[in-house]
């Protein structure tokens, strides 16, 4: 098994993920690669310091050519040298038995993700359970190394927070890939702070969502116009009241919510007729 990190400037919080890696339970050979993806801050000498006394071999590869995480993930699968790989991020603290469960698990799957719990001071069984509803879990997910080649990898073609993985499970479905879900690959994860990264993200995730359905316009073809978005902000205010009128409150999380995701929509389509997203870039154009 290798393990990939992908990274970029995580030297607050990485050595918390090592030191978790470090004590996994499983006896079999396997390896850590950080691919660093342009860090500037001291992330790499964070890793090398660790390096000689780590229980297995850790390096660093160097996947700042293209920004972003897509780009990180697929150069560090490449310069591994297992025929299986997990993929964690740097921020977050893997379960003891992560690596025994991922390994466990593709004996039978071919993709992999695992359970998902916020980090925190009660951070455990109890611990809230985020939504799998996505088929791949780009923080705690596992791969047969062939297959992952095969299907052609992350699209470093998609924007930033560019829904990777979920781009990457609807061409692994396509090539009829056996995907499933591991309760027992456990990782802890670091949620975003701040109101004003949160709702970044979600923006930003919500216009790297438009590049998808265009990606697979069969797949989406009902949503590849404006009227889609724009007409279900139209709605809400109206779903809004019905809810109020039926005693289920007003949650304004959640309204804020669907108001970025709607309007993220609406600018990712808005930039495609512009012509502002590349086209595809998989791993196999860049082993050529």
Same mark, same amino acid.
């Given at each position: 098994?290798?393990? +990939?990190?992908?990274? *970029?400037?995580?030297?607050?919080?990485?050595?918390?993920? @090592?030191?978790?890696?470090?004590?996994?339970?499983?006896?079999?050979?396997?390896? +850590?690669?950080?691919?660093?993806?342009?860090?500037?801050?001291?992330?790499?000498?964070?890793?090398?310091?660790?390096?000689?006394?780590?229980?297995? !071999?850790?390096?660093?590869?160097?996947?700042?050519? !293209?920004?972003?995480?897509?780009?990180?993930?697929?150069?560090? @699968?490449?310069?591994?040298?297992?025929?299986?790989?997990?993929?964690?991020?740097?921020?977050?603290?893997?379960?003891?038995?992560?690596?025994?469960?991922? +390994?466990?698990?593709?004996?039978? @799957?071919? +993709?992999?993700?695992?359970?998902? !719990?916020?980090?925190?001071?009660?951070?455990?069984?109890?611990?809230?359970?985020?939504?799998?509803?996505?088929?791949?879990?780009?923080?705690?997910?596992?791969?047969?190394?062939?297959?992952?080649?095969?299907?052609?990898?992350?699209?470093?073609?998609?924007?930033?927070?560019?829904?990777?993985?979920?781009?990457?499970?609807?061409?692994?479905?396509?090539? %009829?890939?056996?995907?499933?879900?591991?309760?027992?690959?456990?990782?802890?994860?670091?949620?975003?702070?701040?109101?004003? %990264?949160? =709702?970044?993200?979600?923006?930003?995730?919500?216009?790297?969502?438009? =590049?998808?359905?265009?990606? %697979?316009?069969?797949?989406?073809?009902? *949503?590849?116009?404006? *009227?889609?978005?724009?007409?279900?902000?139209?709605?809400?205010?109206?779903?809004?009241?019905?809810? =109020?009128?039926?005693?289920?409150?007003?949650?304004?999380?959640?309204?804020?919510? *669907?108001?970025?995701?709607?309007?993220?929509?609406?600018?990712? @389509?808005?930039?495609?007729? !512009?012509?502002?997203?590349?086209?595809?870039?998989?791993?196999?154009?860049?082993?050529?």
């Amino acid at each position: 098994m290798s393990v +990939v990190i992908p990274v *970029r400037n995580g030297a607050d919080w990485i050595d918390e993920q @090592l030191t978790a890696l470090a004590a996994q339970d499983f006896d079999g050979t396997w390896e +850590v690669v950080i691919a660093d993806n342009g860090s500037t801050d001291d992330t790499r000498e964070r890793v090398g310091a660790r390096a000689d006394a780590f229980p297995v !071999r850790l390096r660093v590869v160097d996947a700042g050519r !293209r920004p972003g995480i897509s780009h990180a993930r697929n150069t560090g @699968l490449l310069a591994s040298t297992a025929p299986l790989v997990a993929f964690c991020d740097a921020d977050d603290r893997a379960d003891s038995r992560w690596l025994s469960a991922a +390994v466990g698990a593709l004996a039978d @799957l071919e +993709v992999v993700s695992g359970e998902t !719990r916020l980090l925190g001071e009660r951070a455990g069984p109890e611990a809230e359970v985020l939504d799998l509803a996505r088929a791949v879990v780009g923080c705690n997910f596992a791969v047969r190394r062939a297959t992952y080649l095969e299907i052609g990898g992350m699209d470093e073609g998609l924007p930033p927070y560019g829904c990777e993985e979920f781009e990457l499970a609807i061409r692994a479905e396509a090539a %009829h890939v056996r995907i499933g879900v591991d309760e027992t690959m456990v990782m802890f994860h670091r949620p975003t702070e701040g109101f004003t %990264h949160v =709702v970044t993200k979600i923006y930003r995730s919500a216009t790297a969502e438009a =590049v998808v359905w265009q990606r %697979h316009p069969t797949r989406f073809a009902d *949503r590849l116009r404006l *009227r889609y978005p724009v007409g279900g902000l139209l709605r809400l205010p109206a779903l809004w009241l019905a809810d =109020v009128r039926a005693g289920r409150g007003f949650d304004r999380r959640a309204a804020a919510r *669907r108001v970025v995701t709607l309007v993220g929509n609406i600018a990712g @389509l808005v930039l495609l007729r !512009r012509g502002a997203y590349a086209e595809p870039v998989l791993i196999r154009e860049q082993r050529a």
